[in-house]
């Protein structure tokens, strides 16, 4: 074990510093946070405190559980029906989804189910018929969280699906089975562990939401504890109160992605495979699969067509002469930019020295590699434990204790949280194939000698160059759509894209809006799409 540990001392020592250092950061904010009560550490459980959390988790399990099963049934539709024009593109746009800024989706969910919106509207002339304000509460927060997961769930699930063994389709044909005996005995087995991966991802992600329920809670009986920290630093300035509501965030998201932790988060690519189950079912049963497609397309390119619509009737000559607009797009691509670099070089040394305790040929003793495999999946995982709103807490105090520049510590708090946000998915895609190239080219490299700098520029960087640009695109996106941080800090003299759409709607000043939303999505679909195709390589595409 000793002598295994000298021989990979290099990729263990640089990956256990930056566990070190995350470990650092999250004891120095928690000390922060401690140090900064002003009254006596105890949480009482009031039934202000107690309708938060319930209302928290009970948002959170019912959005998993709609995504879930919105995104089966999508993946199943898409699996069985694997052949008509357009497939690719709406694959591709749904793996999109998951970078969409949260506050231009709302944007445009708004335009389309708000009480002016275009489903209201149509309800109106047709039947004289009005829904009112439904959109705000509960059911709005749930329309957007299975907006923004159930397709990254059928993205996920539909990649298992298309893994499944054609002969296991003849079998279930030859043996006459139902649709419910061959999904039962055939397709549910081949999902099993991307529907709990996804499944934990996605409560955790629904259970930290903010953006969503910031601008469709509509009152405080339908907030959750993001929302009440950010209410109580912002509008009520109670640190106290703030950090009290941190501390029970931590503590129920931590024991989450420990027990999570035993889950690999699954990020699939843009790319859409052409596996083809030659076996149809029946013309009923394609019907469905048919109806669920179409349904749900629309429930997805709708919102985003209102965004272009809406978008293309504003004064772009006016917001581009806007010296906040231009501040703030300047701003928010220098800190994607930043942040996707960084990003990517930590999943690559996460992923270099993680692999050294899952690959048998390397460190030999199972029970201690699986416990400092387990350590490092945590702390790569810690943003789902510390979510941006609370580290956002944790640097606004230390931003008002400590010495330094306020330009300074927001953009280290941006910064920071970015990466964390964006680690989880960059390692789900690196570490696979940082494990493939040890298991594939370990005794070649072993053998010829080759030194750290050696190995990556001829064995590990042309392997992995393609799924890299993913990451860069992937972690780029998630930054400069972020809301989380920017709302503790955002100012006149210091604001991001998103914070800038946040003012622009709360001023009513809707039309200014939609155009600034349309010009964030398009960004963002733009580098999502193209910048994963400037890191292709002809080595890779022949292999």
């Known amino acids: 074990m000793v002598k295994d540990i000298l021989r990979f001392k290099n990729s263990i020592l640089s990956g256990s510093l930056i566990i070190i250092s995350l470990f650092l950061f999250i004891l120095i904010l928690f000390i922060t946070l401690y140090n900064a009560q002003n009254a006596d550490f105890t949480i009482q459980f009031d039934s202000r405190m107690y309708q938060l959390l319930k209302f928290t988790i009970y948002q959170a399990f019912l959005s998993t559980t709609l995504s879930l099963l919105v995104g089966l049934l999508l993946a199943w539709s898409l699996a069985h029906q694997s052949q008509f024009k357009g497939r690719k593109v709406l694959i591709t746009l749904f793996s999109s989804s998951i970078v969409l800024p949260t506050i231009v989706v709302v944007f445009g969910i708004i335009g389309i189910f708000g009480r002016n919106g275009y489903f209201n509207q149509i309800n109106l002339f047709l039947f004289d018929i009005s829904f009112g304000s439904y959109l705000y509460g509960l059911s709005g927060i749930l329309i957007a969280h299975v907006y923004l997961n159930a397709s990254f769930a059928a993205r996920s699930l539909l990649q298992s699906f298309e893994s499944i063994p054609k002969e296991k389709y003849k079998l279930s044909k030859s043996l006459n089975f139902s649709i419910f005996k061959r999904f039962y005995y055939v397709e549910y087995p081949a999902i099993k562990s991307t529907l709990m991966s996804i499944g934990s991802t996605i409560f955790l992600l629904c259970f930290t939401s903010f953006a969503v329920v910031l601008l469709l809670g509509g009152s405080p009986s339908y907030n ?64 469905i699969q048919w109806f669920i497609i179409i349904v749900f397309s629309f429930f997805f390119i709708l919102p985003l067509i209102v965004i272009i619509i809406d978008g293309i009737g504003s004064n772009f000559l006016q917001i581009l002469k806007d010296t906040l607009f231009i501040k703030s797009l300047y701003t928010s691509i220098f800190i994607a930019t930043i942040s996707s670099i960084i990003t990517g070089i930590i999943a ?47 640097f606004f105090i230390m ?50 000698g080759l030194t750290t700098l050696q190995r990556w520029t001829y064995v590990e960087y042309p392997y992995i160059k393609p799924s890299l640009g993913y990451v860069f695109a992937l972690s780029f996106c998630f930054s400069l759509g972020d809301l989380g941080i920017i709302s503790l800090f955002g100012s006149d003299e210091f604001t991001t894209l998103p914070w800038y759409l946040y003012q622009l709607m709360g001023s009513y000043r809707s039309t200014d809006a939609a155009g600034v939303a349309l010009i964030l999505l398009i960004l963002v679909l733009t580098v999502f799409i193209l910048l994963p195709k400037l890191f292709r390589n002809k080595i890779v595409k022949n292999n």
């Open 224 to 287: 959750t504890l993001e929302v009440a920290i950010y209410e109580a630093v912002k509008l009520d300035f109670d640190i106290t109160l703030a950090i009290k509501l941190a501390f029970i965030q931590i503590t129920i998201s931590a024991i989450l992605v420990i027990i999570s932790s035993s889950f690999q988060i699954v990020v699939s690519n843009l790319k859409a495979s052409s596996n083809i189950i030659f076996w149809k079912d029946s013309k009923t049963v394609q019907l």
């Open 399 to 448: 931003s008002q204790t400590y010495a330094g520049s306020e330009f300074i510590w927001t953009i280290s708090a941006l910064i920071t949280a970015n990466i964390l946000m964006s680690l989880p998915f960059a390692i789900a895609i690196i570490n696979p194939l940082m494990q493939k190239t040890a298991k594939r080219y370990d005794k070649l490299s072993f053998s010829l």
């Open 348 to 394: 690559i040394i996460l992923s270099a020295t993680m692999r050294n305790f899952t690959i048998r040929t390397r460190l030999s003793n199972k029970y201690i590699s699986k416990f400092l495999n387990l350590i490092f999946l945590f702390f790569s995982n810690i943003y789902l434990a510390v979510p941006s709103l609370v580290m956002g807490l944790g």
